[in-house]
């Protein structure tokens, strides 16, 4: 349905048409049950009851007949829980996104200098090496997540990017908002409703979310809706517009990503197995980690109580001797190790802690590194599908509200193409980066600009290779005139 033929339509078929989605809404309550380690199965008494102990015996008369009956307490047993999905969402977030993604334009004339240097400002006035995280992580929890940017009044943010950039495009008209974001997720408590055309181009967005009225007392739930023109807020309970407003950008200004499931669904029963086998194993060694002692016979007396040497009398050829544990905690531990392996390898996720990689000798570097992590990377590159959608996303719509709010740009950022790719982690060795960067330059494979680009060790790429060429200038002139001995 088209958005004329929506608006078209009453406040209450509005609101049921804006949130009808193609994909389920993700069960948020159920998301989190798997994500927060307090709420696992473990801990549910259903699922995993006390245990009934007696603590005290019965007493019987000289005729046998129970004058006070046995006493018995629940007592709670052993729950462990392990935040497996937490570890391993945490390690695919950092080797995603843990280094900033790259930007960079093929194009090098000012106005488009001018763009790129504005939108790493943006990025870095809100903080986006921090959202890109967030977002990332809840996409990979939460199945899904939204960006909305939106503009706040300022001049003091202009003055400080248009003094650095002034040579290039002047400084006036001085610009009175600056750009800032807010994300949206179900763990956050916001429903997500994004609504897309018959061509799956996205054309309107809502996200409903509750908040406490005025008076502090009653809970009120809003939908806001935002479409290429306006954002609209309904209250969802009296089906009415409280507010209605333009957002003066010409694109949508709300960024989205979606998948149809948690990444780590595919290991919720490997971890739940392994709550329960080391939960059980836990109550197993509380209940036989004292020695217990089995007699076949009259014991007569204890002598040396209390004492490093005691004695036991026995009579009658009675027997003691320890129990002893038939059964070998190797199996759990077995178990254990191979349920972890599995969790990890089923979503490529390296095991990285001290005790994993104590045995690997010298650090990870170079082309070890990445054949070590080979799997993670892999993974990257499936996730790449959609974060790095998402982030050109972004980038596009940065770069059309720069024309927007700075109009002597306008034509600059409808022409110019700023282009983000993901970056996955990995640990470079400098000097194997310097020694592969010279090596292509002199065996003319490749350029200076190229070269100083392999180095990797600054970003300023012009500026660094005109420091260069000045250097070698000066070195040339000094061997044709030497000044040395005169």
Same mark, same amino acid.
């Given at each position: 349905?088209?958005?004329e033929?929506?608006?078209?339509?009453?406040v209450?078929?509005?609101?049921a048409?804006?949130?009808?989605?193609?994909?389920?809404?993700?069960?948020?309550?159920?998301?989190?049950?798997?994500?927060?380690?307090k709420?696992?199965?473990?801990?549910?008494?259903?699922?995993?009851?006390?245990?009934?102990?007696?603590?005290?015996?019965e007493?019987t008369?000289?005729k046998?007949?129970?004058?006070?009956?046995?006493?018995?307490?629940?007592?709670?047993?052993?729950?462990?829980?392990?935040?497996?999905?937490?570890?391993?969402?945490?390690?695919?977030?950092a080797?995603?996104?843990?280094?900033?993604?790259?930007?960079y334009?093929?194009?090098?004339?000012?106005n488009?200098?001018?763009?790129?240097?504005i939108?790493?400002?943006?990025?870095?006035?809100?903080?986006?090496?921090?959202?890109?995280?967030?977002?990332?992580?809840?996409?990979?929890?939460?199945?899904?997540?939204?960006?909305?940017?939106?503009?706040?009044?300022?001049?003091?943010?202009?003055?400080?990017?248009?003094n650095?950039?002034k040579?290039?495009?002047?400084?006036?008209?001085?610009?009175?908002?600056?750009m800032?974001?807010?994300l949206?997720?179900?763990?956050?408590?916001?429903?997500?409703?994004?609504?897309?055309?018959?061509?799956?181009?996205?054309?309107?967005?809502?996200?409903e979310?509750?908040?406490?009225?005025?008076?502090?007392?009653?809970?009120?739930?809003?939908l806001?809706?935002?479409?290429?023109?306006?954002?609209?807020i309904?209250?969802?309970?009296?089906?009415?517009?409280?507010?209605?407003?333009?957002?003066?950008?010409?694109?949508?200004?709300?960024?989205?990503?979606?998948?149809?499931?948690?990444?780590?669904s595919?290991?919720?029963?490997?971890?739940k197995r392994?709550?329960?086998?080391?939960?059980?194993?836990?109550?197993?060694?509380?209940?036989?980690?004292?020695?217990?002692?089995?007699?076949?016979?009259?014991?007569?007396?204890?002598?040396?109580?209390?004492?490093?040497?005691?004695?036991?009398?026995?009579?009658?050829?009675?027997?003691?001797?320890?129990?002893?544990?038939?059964?070998?905690?190797?199996?759990?531990?077995?178990e254990?190790?191979?349920?972890?392996?599995?969790?990890?390898?089923?979503?490529?996720?390296?095991?990285?802690?001290?005790?994993?990689?104590k045995g690997t000798?010298?650090?990870?570097?170079?082309?070890?590194?990445r054949?070590?992590?080979?799997?993670?990377?892999?993974?990257?590159?499936?996730?790449?599908?959609?974060?790095?959608?998402?982030?050109?996303?972004?980038?596009?719509?940065?770069?059309?509200?720069?024309?927007?709010?700075?109009?002597?740009?306008?034509? /600059?950022? !409808?022409?110019?193409? @700023? =282009?983000?790719?993901?970056?996955?982690?990995? +640990? %470079?060795?400098?000097?194997?980066? *310097?020694?592969?960067a010279?090596?292509?330059?002199?065996?003319?494979? /490749?350029? !200076?600009?190229?070269? @100083? =680009?392999?180095?990797?060790?600054?970003?300023? +790429? %012009?500026?660094?290779?005109?420091? *260069?060429?000045?250097?070698?200038?000066?070195?040339?002139?000094?061997? /044709?005139?030497?000044?040395?001995?005169?």
């Amino acid at each position: 349905m088209k958005l004329e033929e929506i608006y078209a339509l009453s406040v209450v078929e509005r609101i049921a048409e804006l949130k009808r989605r193609k994909t389920l809404l993700p069960d948020a309550g159920a998301l989190m049950k798997d994500w927060d380690e307090k709420q696992h199965d473990v801990f549910d008494t259903t699922e995993r009851p006390k245990r009934r102990v007696q603590v005290e015996d019965e007493e019987t008369n000289e005729k046998g007949i129970v004058i006070k009956p046995a006493r018995y307490e629940q007592r709670d047993v052993n729950r462990i829980a392990l935040p497996l999905e937490q570890d391993i969402t945490n390690i695919h977030t950092a080797f995603t996104i843990g280094i900033e993604p790259k930007l960079y334009s093929k194009t090098v004339d000012d106005n488009t200098k001018s763009i790129l240097e504005i939108l790493k400002s943006i990025y870095r006035q809100n903080k986006i090496k921090f959202v890109n995280k967030r977002a990332v992580r809840s996409w990979l929890s939460e199945q899904e997540v939204a960006e909305y940017w939106y503009t706040q009044e300022d001049t003091i943010w202009w003055k400080k990017i248009l003094n650095t950039i002034k040579k290039i495009v002047g400084v006036t008209p001085l610009p009175t908002y600056k750009m800032k974001v807010a994300l949206w997720s179900p763990f956050r408590g916001d429903k997500l409703y994004p609504y897309f055309d018959e061509y799956g181009d996205l054309i309107a967005f809502s996200r409903e979310y509750t908040l406490v009225d005025t008076d502090g007392l009653n809970l009120v739930t809003k939908l806001m809706t935002i479409d290429y023109e306006k954002v609209t807020i309904f209250n969802s309970l009296t089906s009415t517009v409280e507010s209605e407003f333009k957002h003066n950008f010409e694109k949508l200004p709300v960024i989205y990503m979606y998948r149809p499931d948690a990444y780590c669904s595919k290991i919720k029963t490997i971890r739940k197995r392994l709550e329960t086998l080391l939960s059980n194993f836990a109550d197993c060694l509380d209940f036989n980690f004292f020695p217990k002692l089995a007699a076949r016979g009259i014991v007569e007396n204890v002598l040396n109580r209390n004492t490093g040497s005691e004695i036991i009398q026995l009579e009658n050829g009675a027997e003691i001797a320890y129990l002893t544990w038939q059964q070998s905690p190797e199996m759990a531990k077995l178990e254990f190790e191979n349920l972890t392996e599995r969790a990890y390898s089923l979503t490529n996720t390296p095991r990285i802690s001290f005790e994993n990689l104590k045995g690997t000798g010298s650090a990870f570097s170079g082309v070890s590194f990445r054949y070590a992590f080979m799997g993670t990377h892999m993974a990257v590159s499936n996730h790449a599908e959609d974060v790095e959608e998402f982030l050109q996303r972004r980038v596009n719509f940065i770069v059309s509200a720069i024309g927007t709010i700075y109009p002597k740009l306008s034509d /600059a950022a !409808k022409q110019c193409e @700023i =282009i983000t790719e993901v970056v996955p982690y990995m +640990i %470079d060795n400098t000097l194997d980066n *310097i020694t592969a960067a010279t090596t292509a330059v002199q065996g003319g494979i /490749a350029s !200076k600009t190229t070269g @100083i =680009i392999l180095a990797g060790l600054t970003e300023k +790429i %012009d500026e660094e290779k005109a420091e *260069i060429e000045a250097e070698e200038k000066l070195a040339a002139q000094n061997s /044709a005139f030497p000044t040395s001995g005169l």
